[in-house]
């Protein structure tokens, strides 16, 4: 069955939320043409991941000497109840992004990076090996479709006077390549200036964010749809860094 994998991470409410009026919008074409069978959400900020623990730590440590093991053998290398409750968290977040063909991840910009909300679901997911067919050795992620929603107040792209202040694009797009994510199989769309229409010292932008968030709507109906966007000289869908 195709799935679908939908993770929002703003703490705003949805008409407030860019990200999540974005994701939205992808999941709404994504069911037309798939269903609602496969389709999963998970909202990061009313039902947050706890934070790993000290107990978390250890046990990641203790498997990752042991090399690959298979996730079914995980816990019976946990040492006491501490550890058994932090594989008791973890396990069923890492099957559910298994078990997704395309995961959907909403990622506003909060301070230059990303919601600790979506940091909290990236360091528990990322269990050493997790990701890593015990079996043949090779990710299990290669095949997996991965859509990241950015949306950014300001303009942080190429040329911008603030292009190196983004540790939240390109930090998404290197973790998730290191998870196993194949290349092409990557995208994010990004929408800029978004508050442009709020915030007076960015009034004169509002036509840029305008024009950047239709431009990220059609991108991500584009995708949900099966096609891959465009590419821009400052990209609102960037399958590569231009």
């Known amino acids: ?44 900020a009313a039902d947050p991941v706890p ?3 000290h107990a978390y730590t250890t046990l990641g440590r203790r498997v990752e000497r042991h090399g690959v093991v298979p996730l079914d053998r995980v816990a019976a290398m946990a040492a006491g109840p501490a550890e058994e409750r932090e594989w008791a968290l973890t396990l069923p977040l890492i099957r559910e992004l298994l078990a997704a063909n395309t995961v959907l991840v909403g990622a506003p910009m909060y301070n230059f990076t990303v919601p600790a ?6 360091d528990r997911v990322t269990f ?10 090779s990710g299990r992620l290669r095949g997996t479709t991965v ?19 983004d540790f939240q694009t390109p930090y998404l797009r290197t973790y998730f390549r290191e998870l196993g994510v194949a290349e092409e ?35 991500v109906s584009a995708l949900a749809g099966g096609g891959q966007g465009k590419r821009r000289a400052l990209p609102q869908v960037l399958g590569r860094r231009p």
């Open 128 to 137: 050493p090996g997790a990701y890593v067919d015990p079996a043949t050795g």
């Open 185 to 219: 199989n990557l995208h994010v769309v990004r929408a800029e200036m978004t508050r442009a229409g709020d915030v007076p010292a960015l009034a004169p932008f509002r036509e840029l964010g305008d024009r950047s968030l239709s431009e990220a709507y059609a991108a």
């Open 51 to 53: 934070l790993v623990s």
């Open 147 to 165: 859509v990241v929603v950015a949306a950014q107040g300001g303009a942080y792209g190429p040329g911008t006077p603030r292009e190196g202040f």
């Open 117 to 122: 909300a979506l940091k909290a679901w990236i």
């Open 1 to 44: 069955m195709t799935s679908l994998l939908h993770v929002d991470s703003s703490a705003s409410r949805a008409g407030d939320s860019v990200t999540r009026r974005l994701t939205a919008s992808y999941a709404e074409v994504w069911r037309r043409r798939h269903g609602t069978n496969g389709y999963r959400y998970r909202d990061l």
